[in-house]
């Protein structure tokens, strides 16, 4: 039975977390006394549209704006206090200190169950110059504002940090005719992604006029005449009007540690399945807390609004239907981003932190198109699969491409959860017709060159190698390669029709990989050399997913 006691829910924090724990628990519970905290004006407000209303691409600020205090009063009866911090904890007393900002008044707010969803914060790490009005960062209609206005006028501007925000910012000031200049410290956009995954992300950027300084880290700022000068550890200045930190977020877990909530190692609120902490009275999700994670079963944070909501939901139920909650699973950390023409994501673990934390894997990476090739409008998809070994059991994968690349990171999310393996992937029952995908859908792909590999019947090469005594056979027509070449030397070229005829040019004691453009084709003459005795390896993804797309390696795109 759901309770109609007036039990006493206190929510600090809105948005994604917070408002959803709200309307869930109002749905649950009409008798419930129901008060959401939020020290900014905005309760509930689309966070991850914020830079599209910058760029303009949606027009009205009022379609961020999700719920107002007053809606949520008429549609849920909820007691909505914005511009109201907390700013203590008792436990022992279970009350919350509130203090109102306009005023600096407090006051004691009883609750029978709290949950903070606090969020997280923009990094703003203590760097000479950090606190020019011309440095902005983003995470709040306010913020978004700022930027907006400061972009009218502004011409030149950098953003600080290549991941999903700052890739978008910097798709967006571009659409604003910007001169953009995009600094990354390490070596590549998009750091979640293994490197050759970030390749054709990197090349559009370029294409679209922007400025990449990658592997330079900021290391100050300086006033320069009309402008700010964004001072890298390389020792170059970079003029900008205007600066965007996108450097990453921090947990608002301050006042979780006064009140003696436990966190981990990076300041996160610890919560179990059923997002409780360690105070069975105060649950806490969002952008601030510690998740599992679902393929591994270890901690990890997760700041993302799809779980945030998710969490939110949870919390709710476990308070007023407790007999009928189900823990969380944990967090894939699914994730997508759009620059122009391209989109790029992952989810699960990529091949950098499987090897980071010393776990067996295995790795294939295929290319086809996101429909049938043969229907107008064909685009390519890049897709990278890792798997276990032992079970080929998926632990995760990457996705890059002009188009479709969304429903197929979707359809390998459900098999990471599902706990699908290599096998499932290769006989996955998915649509089909011409517009929509092909017969053989990539993902299916993916799964029969895992199974491939696993079997034996190819070992791919995940790079060209360099030692002289290793065979480079580039088996793409003459035109092809003579006009995009291997940037190799001595590569031999054997077009994949004439190998059989010509296999006796090849010296069967010296090992031999196969090289094309998109790597199907040197699958197919690795197992053409494979059965004549030799020692073969097939370039996986092809030269299109290992080289830099601006090299002279680079196949026309279709």
């Keep these: 039975m759901i309770s109609t006691q007036p039990l006493r829910l206190v929510i600090i924090g809105g948005v994604a977390a917070g408002a959803s724990a709200a309307a869930r628990a109002r749905r649950l519970s009409e008798f419930a006394q129901i008060t959401l905290i939020e020290r900014g004006p905005d309760v509930s407000f689309a966070n991850c549209g914020l830079p599209y209303h910058i760029g303009g691409e949606i027009a009205e600020r009022g379609a961020l704006a999700m719920q107002t205090p007053e809606t949520l009063k008429a549609l849920l009866n909820l ?26 008044a407090e006051a004691w707010l009883p609750y029978d169950k709290l949950v903070l969803a606090p969020g997280a914060a923009s990094l703003r790490p203590p760097l000479p110059g950090i606190d020019s009005p011309r440095i902005l960062t983003l995470r709040s209609l306010q913020d978004m504002d700022r930027i907006k206005e400061a972009a009218a006028t502004a011409q030149k501007v950098a953003v600080i940090g290549a991941g999903f925000i700052g890739l978008e910012m910097a798709e967006q000031f571009v659409h604003l005719k910007k001169t953009v200049t995009l600094v990354e410290m390490l070596g590549q956009v998009l750091p979640p992604l293994d490197r050759p995954m970030a390749l054709l992300m990197e090349d559009e950027l370029r294409r679209q006029g922007v400025e990449l300084a990658l592997g330079d880290a900021i290391a100050g700022f300086a006033p320069a005449a009309d402008a700010l000068g964004c001072q890298l550890k390389s020792g170059r200045v970079i003029p900008a009007d205007l600066v965007v930190l996108a450097i990453g977020v921090r947990p608002d877990s301050a006042l979780a540690e006064a009140a003696g909530i436990e966190l981990g190692p990076r300041g996160h609120i610890r919560v179990d399945g059923f997002m409780r902490t360690n105070d069975l009275d105060i649950y806490a999700a969002g952008d601030a807390i510690e998740v599992r994670d679902f393929v ?26 407790p007999e009928q909650a189900r823990p969380l699973p944990g967090a894939v950390g699914t994730a997508i981003v ?56 998926v632990l995760g994968a990457q996705a890059t491409g002009l188009a479709g690349v969304d429903k197929r990171l979707d359809v390998l999310a459900v098999a990471i959860t599902g706990g699908l393996t290599i096998d499932d992937l290769a006989q996955l029952e998915l649509s089909y017709a011409p517009p929509f995908g092909s017969a053989k859908d990539i993902v299916n792909l993916a799964g029969m060159t895992a199974c491939n590999a696993r079997g034996g019947l190819v070992e791919p090469a995940d790079t060209l190698p360099e030692d002289p005594a290793v065979q480079i056979v580039d088996v793409r027509p003459p035109a092809l390669a003579q006009k995009f070449p291997v940037p190799r030397p001595g590569v031999i070229n054997i077009p994949l029709a004439a190998l059989r005829q010509r296999s006796s040019e090849l010296d069967s004691t010296r090992p031999v990989v196969t090289v094309c453009a998109l790597g199907k084709t ?31 390696a680079k196949p026309p795109t279709p």
């Design 79 to 104: 007691d909505v206090r914005t511009g109201t911090e907390a700013v203590a904890i008792d436990r022992v007393g279970k009350r919350v200190q509130l203090r109102t900002l306009a005023t600096g």
């Design 296 to 321: 591994t079963g270890d901690p990890s944070a997760v700041p993302l609004g799809g779980p945030a909501n998710r969490q939110g939901r949870a919390v709710a139920d476990h308070i007023f239907r």
């Design 338 to 393: 759009r620059a122009f023409g391209v989109a790029a994501g992952l989810t699960g673990w990529s091949e950098k932190r499987l090897r980071a934390a010393g776990r067996a894997y295995r790795t294939v990476t295929v290319n086809d198109n996101h429909h049938a090739g043969y229907f107008p409008g064909a685009k390519q998809i890049l897709l990278k699969l890792l798997w276990c070994p032992q079970t080929g059991r």
């Design 522 to 552: 040197s699958y197919f003459a690795a197992r053409i050399l494979m059965q004549r005795g030799f020692k073969v390896q097939s370039l996986t993804g092809g030269l299109r997913a290992n080289f830099d797309p601006r090299s002279p």
